[in-house]
Every structure is written in C-alpha cells, then in structure tokens.
C-alpha cells in the first residue's frame, strides 16, 4: 500500500486556522446556526445562496457541518447553472464535476440529447444510424423514423469493406453505429499503423484524429498515444490464416500527467473478409474509479479521528525508516495524552476525543511535510522526524508545548490539555524496532515524572 505523508492530509489542516487563535475568532453556535438557515432558505426557493460559510470562523463542533453545506452550495449552483443551459437548448456547456451528484439526473438528459443530436446529424449527411435505447415519447418518434428508413436500406449490399473504403453495407452502418454508442473510446488501426476509425468521443478526446499521423501524437494525451504506437510493426509478419498470436488480447492501463486521468485499454487484433487485418483499440476512462480507489486507501491508512497515520500503516513506515537508519539521520518521539482516562470519566468521551483531536493537530501542524504522525493507541502517538538531528526534534517538540500553552489559555474547559514525549535517535546500535519504541516509552514517561513533580511542587 503506498505511503502518503504529511501532504496527503493538508487539505484536511489548511482549512484549519492556527491553533493559537482557534477559540477567540470562533461565532457563537447560534450566528452559525443563522447562516446555515439562510443558506438553505436560498435552496428552497431554487438558488444558491451566493456566498459560503466562513469555515474558519465557525464552532469546532460545526465545521464540518460548515464544509459539507459549502460543497452542497457549490453543487447546487453548478447543478443549476446546467440545467438552464440545457434548458436553453445550449449542450456545448461545461459538465458538472463527477463527484456532482446532484446534477446525476441533468447530465444524463444531457448524454441523452447529445446522442439525439448526433445521431440526427449523421442522418443528414446521408450515413445510417441505430435506434436510441432511450425512453420517452420522444425517442419512441426518433426510433419510428430510424425504422423507416433502415427499411429503404433494407436490401444494400452486405459486403464487408476493405480498410479505409466507404461503407454502405446497412449492416455495417448498424454496427458502427453501436460502437458510436458506447461510452468508451474505439480506435481502429491499420497495418500500417494509419487510424482508419475513431468513434466520437475518441474524435473528442484526440482532436483532428483524422489528419494526424500514428506516429507523431500532439501534445496532449502523450502517454496514451505512446501506448498506441507501441504496437508500430506488429502486424508486419501476420499470417493471415491465424491472427492470434500471445500477446493479444492485450490488456493495459495507463496514466496521463498532465490530466490527470487514467485510462484502462483492450488491444486485440481484427480480420475483415478480404483478409486484411487491423488492431482495434478499446480505451476507457477509469480515472473515477482510480480516486475511489486511492480514498479507500487513504481511509485505510489514516485515523478518521485524528488523521494520523494508523497502527498498521505507520508502523510499516516505521520499519522502512528503520532500516534506513545506518545511512540517515531518523528521529523518533512517542507521546503520550497525560490523564485523557480522567477526561473520559469526569467530563465524557466527547470531551476525550475533543482533547485527542487538539492535541493531534497541534502535532500536525508543528511537524515538516517529510515527517509522520502516527496514531499508536488510544492516547500514544508516534512522531517519525525524517532527516532530523535530535536537537531539532527536540526544538520541535518546544514549540508544540508553546502551543498548547496558549490553547490552554483560550480555552474555556475544566480541565488541561497536556502530553508527554520522548525521543531517541535510530541508530545502528538498537537491534530492533521494538528497542526503539520501549526507549523512547522510557523516556517519554521519565519526562512525565519529572513535570508531574515540578506541578505537585
């Protein structure tokens, strides 16, 4: 499982003031509340409200309240801009995010039309087209009328074509036109590595797919189209009898940086009747699939309270440090909460895990992006500092306690947040990572003691 370090979390924390003034900007709970009303007054008479919620300034016990009416504000209002540009009979527009949901039923009228559209303009230059699989009075005409006219073709000429010639076969037409349905890109090559077929949304993606040749891509889509030309030559050789060799079918993902997007790709070898043979590319975008992937991930690899890298997944980056420790300079500090069980007791478990998350995001907020934060037990944390001297950690560590002496002062609370930690270089002398986590164990309560007897004095 890939590691995400500190980065992986900061969107989560930049929208997280400082913690110095987290309680003294805060809104009252009832301000908040008012917000939210009028925001959702706004949605109910069909709008959006115009203006988001100050995350920052709210409640901790609303923030994320805050954030979710934000993205739902933020969805509405592209939601609504959508369907009035459909509305307008306008489908050149911009297509809400995938993660839209509440424009799921607006985007699919839209795939709905464009394919009406589409289809009705290849019937006008002449080309047949298939009927729509599409409910509703309207596609039921549109499919009377595909059944007229597939009647006139009715007795074409059923012949396969050669590679690059015109098609006429009405049978030809039926199959073309399915492909042009489906929501994948097609590509067919020749043996010659010339593109001789592209259905719309590959002509979508690879603009001016025609007139470009195989073997110079533009340059966008380099990474797909690299893949593409890979396949340069393979046909050379092909008996035409037996055009199955191993590698097909071949099956390929691929990831294009500057988009962003993945692609899942099916290569297999094709054979018309006059015995000329092809590659026929089937390309699929899977890029919604990949970052559901890559969350699921995530949410198996951070703590959902503290975001904090789990036991498991830290503990398996605490043994890929560990290992480098003859040729690195690796730090490590275990912390502890001092008295969260009398927290729980007297106060709740709500208060518990408020302390919990505060005294985690000062760990986090104080840390370099290099370095990992890993949530150990209940209230025991571990602090891996990359590429850090012991004095630095050390320095790091002080600035942690100024912070959480000014939280303590903001703060309105019974009680006092507070931890202990203990730090210990890995070095080459300590046989295994259980040594090290028992010394730094050590050490962190050692300083527990000692602060412990300095507050009693």
Request: hydrophobic letters at 40%; glycine letters at 4%; proline letters at 3%.
């Amino acid at each position: 499982m890939p590691f995400l370090c500190k980065s992986a979390v900061v969107t989560y924390f930049n929208e997280v003031e400082v913690l110095g003034n987290i309680m003294v900007k805060k809104q009252t709970l009832e301000n908040a509340l008012a917000e939210i009303e009028v925001m959702l007054d706004a949605m109910l008479l069909g709008r959006s409200s115009g203006n988001l919620l100050d995350e920052d300034s709210f409640p901790l016990e609303l923030t994320s309240i805050a954030k979710k009416m934000n993205r739902l504000d933020i969805n509405f209002a592209e939601a609504q801009q959508f369907t009035k540009e459909i509305a307008h009979g306008n489908l050149n527009t911009n297509i809400p995010s995938k993660t839209n949901y509440i424009a799921g039923h607006s985007k699919e009228i839209h795939s709905q039309l464009s394919s009406f559209c589409w289809s009705i303009e290849q019937l006008m230059e002449g080309k047949m087209v298939s009927k729509l699989n599409y409910p509703g009075e309207l596609f039921d005409s549109y499919n009377n009328l595909i059944g007229k006219v597939s009647a006139i073709f009715a007795n074409a000429e059923t012949a396969a074509p050669k590679w690059g010639d015109t098609v006429t076969s009405w049978r030809y037409h039926q199959i073309l036109s399915a492909i042009n349905q489906l929501r994948i890109m097609i590509i067919e090559v020749s043996a010659r590595g010339e593109i001789v077929f592209a259905n719309p949304l590959a002509r979508t993606v690879f603009e001016n797919i025609d007139v470009m040749p195989y073997n110079h891509p533009p340059s966008h889509h380099k990474a797909l189209l690299k893949y593409l030309c890979s396949f340069e030559g393979c046909l050379d050789n092909i008996d035409t009898v037996q055009l199955s060799p191993k590698k097909f079918p071949a099956f390929y993902e691929v990831y294009e940086e500057d988009t962003n997007d993945w692609y899942k790709i099916t290569s297999d070898l094709v054979k018309l009747t006059d015995g000329s043979a092809g590659l026929l590319h089937m390309i699929d975008n899977i890029s919604e699939w990949k970052n559901m992937e890559r969350q699921l991930e995530l949410f198996a690899t951070i703590d959902s309270l503290t975001s904090a890298y789990t036991r498991k997944a830290g503990i398996q980056k605490l043994q890929e440090l560990f290992d480098q420790r003859s040729d690195h300079t690796h730090c490590f500090a275990f912390v502890d909460i001092d008295e969260l069980k009398e927290i729980n007791d007297k106060f709740g478990h709500n208060e518990g895990d408020f302390a919990i998350k505060s005294i985690s995001r000062i760990l986090l907020s104080t840390i370099q992006a290099k370095d990992f934060l890993i949530r150990y037990g209940g209230d025991e944390f571990l602090i891996l500092f990359t590429d850090c001297p012991e004095d630095k950690a050390q320095e790091a560590i002080k600035r942690m306690y100024k912070q959480l002496e000014h939280i303590n002062t903001s703060l309105e609370k019974e009680y006092t947040l507070a931890f202990s930690a203990g730090i210990t270089m890995m070095t080459p002398e300590i046989p295994d990572m259980d040594t090290l986590i028992s010394i730094a164990d050590q050490r962190m309560y050692q300083n527990k003691m000692k602060r412990k007897h300095a507050a009693e004095k």
